[in-house]
């Protein structure tokens, strides 16, 4: 089985302060990692995935990412954060191509102008 | 290109009545695949289609639910007859290949409200 944790229900940083939201996970084979973003009243935007290769990824708008196998984490980090990222944050994993992909339960992030 | 299009945006019904949801993928996207989220609680999976068949049913709740996806175009997700429970915002996604890593392409969803 798969399984995705995103232990914050909230996180709040101040504009241009780093900020990270946090995401685990839990699969029998080898992960494959997402991050996706909702803004109000929108579907989920893609913004970056961990397939194989460097354990930091790079996506979209500044974001990036961690892959760490032995903590089974992939948390989502951004250097200094605006405040147009306030958003929810989701953190999704498969556990092979033709799984399905399981979400987490979202973290709200809001940057603090 | 034009991205994943739901209809209707929202929706409020009566418990027992029955909705109808539409989902239009991205042109060329094969792989479909319905979503929900209810209560602000995590993303579910419900099923995916590939093409028009269904390659992975096993998210869907009940036999109150019904997807089709004929000619292998756009999709339909009906409830019938709809419950409280079924309250909440379903999604739909497209994706090109059906390797790990090819990304979901989201709609804007339906926000479902059984009253």
């Known amino acids: 089985a798969q399984s995705v944790a995103q232990p914050e229900d909230q996180v709040n940083v101040a504009e241009g302060n780093p900020l990270t939201v946090k995401c685990t996970y839990s699969v029998s084979g080898n992960p494959y990692l997402f991050w996706y973003v909702q803004y109000p009243n929108r579907g989920l935007q893609f913004l970056l995935k961990?397939?194989?290769?460097?354990?930091l990824v790079k996506g979209s708008y500044g974001f990036e990412a961690e892959f760490n196998k032995s903590q089974t984490s992939f948390h989502l980090k951004k250097p200094s954060a605006l405040v147009s990222d306030s958003a929810l944050y989701f953190c999704a994993v498969r556990d092979g191509p033709a799984r399905q992909l399981t979400f987490g339960s979202g973290t709200q992030l809001t940057v603090l102008p | 290109e034009a991205g994943v299009t739901q209809f209707p945006s929202h929706s409020v019904i009566e418990k027992g009545q029955t909705v109808t949801l539409r989902c239009d993928p991205i042109s060329g996207h094969d792989n479909l695949y319905w979503y929900r989220r209810v209560m602000g609680k995590e993303i579910k999976f419900l099923l995916h289609?590939?093409?028009?068949?269904?390659?992975?049913e096993s998210g869907m709740p009940n036999n109150r639910f019904l997807a089709e996806r004929t000619g292998g175009t756009y999709s339909t997700l009906k409830v019938q007859p709809a419950e409280l429970e079924d309250s909440g915002v379903y999604f739909c996604a497209s994706s090109q290949g059906q390797g790990g890593g090819s990304p979901l392409h989201f709609g804007n969803g339906t926000r479902l409200t059984v009253t």
């Open positions: 961990y397939i194989t290769g460097d354990n």
């Open positions: 289609f590939v093409k028009e068949s269904k390659q992975d």
